[in-house]
């Protein structure tokens, strides 16, 4: 979510970005004040300011492309005249949005996959074209694992599954711990539920599971491209899937490194 009343420094921070890296900054924008009650109250935000977030992103692409006309003596530097591609970051109104305003979305969430495809297909009927976008552009994100074997890649779920569970039971979200901590716990019935819920739906499996399941995806949403977005406790194993993850997807050369 922007800062309330700060599209202007937004705008500030990412032209700065952008000047340092050129033509490496995508500027992701979402409604979220907060994944927490307490991450809410530190950033001064409740939940009724997400409806200000078409007009805070009007504001922020108004100080980019310097037709913003509410401080016409103030200049975003080094923002103003960066061509920045700014992407929605949406779950459900937020695609109504990036839509009528004729920008890229960002949908998130591979395991309602129903709700994702009408998501999607109502971003595309909807679509305006703009400066930013001349027709519809959707990423999809959400978790993948891979692994030498199903279990092991589930296991790579298991310690981000758990701290979602513990926010929306606690208000707090810990530290991702080792899988094998967290399953041997003992967790209360709505824990439980909700570690469970976090664990389905999600992407994860062999090379060629996942790669089957990645072409379904696609198939099912039109994807014009996939986010991955996979955090686990064990970095090696999260290098190993993304490695395992490159080669299914076919973005290894002859040799089986990474293609740059």
């Given at each position: 979510m922007l800062p309330n009343h700060q599209p202007f420094?937004?705008?500030?921070?990412?032209?700065?970005?952008?000047?340092?890296?050129?033509?490496?900054?995508?500027?992701?924008?979402?409604?979220?004040?907060?994944?927490?009650?307490g991450v809410r109250r530190a950033l001064g935000r409740d939940k009724q300011d997400a409806d200000a977030f078409a007009e805070q992103l009007a504001?922020?692409?108004?100080?980019l492309d310097g037709t913003q006309r509410a401080h016409p003596d103030v200049h975003a530097r080094p923002a103003?005249?960066?061509?920045?591609?700014?992407?929605?970051?949406?779950t459900g109104e937020g695609a109504t949005i990036a839509a009528a305003m004729g920008l890229p979305l960002v949908m998130g969430d591979l395991r309602d996959r129903e709700r994702l495809v009408r998501a999607v297909e109502a971003y595309r009927e909807a679509f305006v074209p703009s400066k930013w976008a001349?027709?519809?552009?959707?990423?999809?994100?959400?978790?993948?694992?891979?692994?030498?074997?199903?279990?092991?890649?589930r296991r790579l779920l298991v310690p981000e599954a758990w701290s979602m569970a513990y926010a929306r039971t606690h208000g707090t979200f810990?530290?991702?711990a080792p899988a094998e901590e967290i399953e041997g716990?003992?967790?209360?019935?709505?824990?439980?539920?909700?570690?469970e819920d976090g664990l389905r739906g999600q992407l994860a499996g062999t090379e060629d599971e996942v790669a089957?399941?990645?072409?379904?995806?696609?198939?099912?949403?039109?994807?014009?491209?996939?986010?991955?977005?996979?955090?686990?406790?064990d970095r090696a194993a999260l290098v190993d899937s993304m490695t395992r993850l490159a080669r299914a997807a076919g973005l290894t050369g002859p040799s089986g490194d990474t293609a740059a």
């Open positions: 420094v937004v705008a500030e921070q990412f032209g700065v970005l952008a000047s340092l890296f050129p033509g490496r900054i995508d500027m992701g924008l979402g409604r979220s004040v907060g994944f927490t009650d504001e922020l692409l108004g100080w103003e005249g960066l061509r920045i591609p700014p992407y929605v970051l949406a001349e027709a519809p552009y959707v990423l999809v994100a959400g978790t993948v694992a891979v692994a030498g074997t199903a279990e092991a890649a810990p530290p991702l716990l003992t967790m209360t019935a709505r824990e439980r539920r909700l570690f089957a399941a990645l072409d379904r995806v696609v198939g099912e949403t039109g994807a014009d491209e996939v986010l991955v977005t996979t955090s686990t406790y």
